[in-house]
């Protein structure tokens, strides 16, 4: 099984700005949890982040993954298109965030993605991003 994962606009800042909100995890530092946690469920991971948004629409759409684990960044909450993509391939899905967005300003509290997710996992700082694989892994193994 190969999971795609994509890290969305900013998300290669991690670890130089704002701990208190993101961490003080770097990108490089959470990929590699990835990529252990994705050794031990037995599956590979293709990972990438980008700041453009139809980059990560064509990624969504040349994959041939078996799921999508997505933090969209500031895209989670604007994106129609991004949506459209995700929708479009029919691939499951996990949308994840390394804040509590519900918890956060009333413009973060909507995600346009979260309705052609299969879930979404918000609020455990790194660790959103290792449930969140567990969670489809065990989706697509369903
Ligand atoms: O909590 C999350 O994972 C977010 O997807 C992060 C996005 C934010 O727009 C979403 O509302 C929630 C922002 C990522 C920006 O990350 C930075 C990290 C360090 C310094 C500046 C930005």
Same mark, same amino acid.
């Given at each position: 099984m190969k999971i795609l994962v994509l890290h969305g606009p900013n998300l290669n800042l991690l670890g130089q700005r704002?701990? $208190?909100?993101? +961490?003080?995890? @770097?990108?490089?530092? #959470?990929?590699? &949890? %990835?990529?252990? &946690?994705?050794?031990?469920l037995g599956v590979t991971v293709d990972i990438h982040q980008s700041n453009h948004e139809g980059e990560l629409i064509d990624l969504i759409q040349q994959t041939d993954a078996d799921g999508i684990l997505i933090n969209p960044g500031g895209y989670t909450h @604007?994106? !129609?298109a991004i949506r459209d993509a995700i929708s479009? !391939? +029919? %691939?499951?899905? !996990? $949308?994840? =965030?390394?804040?509590? #967005? =519900?918890?956060r300003e009333p413009f973060r509290q909507h995600s346009y993605i979260s309705p052609v997710c299969v879930g979404q996992v918000s609020g455990f700082g790194w660790r959103s991003y290792l449930l969140a694989l567990e969670g489809l892994v065990h989706r697509v193994n369903e």
């Open positions: 704002e701990p $208190e909100i993101y +961490g003080s995890m @770097t990108l490089a530092d #959470i990929n590699q &949890k %990835l990529l252990n &946690k994705a050794e031990s @604007t994106s !129609v479009g !391939v +029919g %691939l499951p899905a !996990v $949308e994840c =965030h390394l804040s509590n #967005i =519900h918890a």
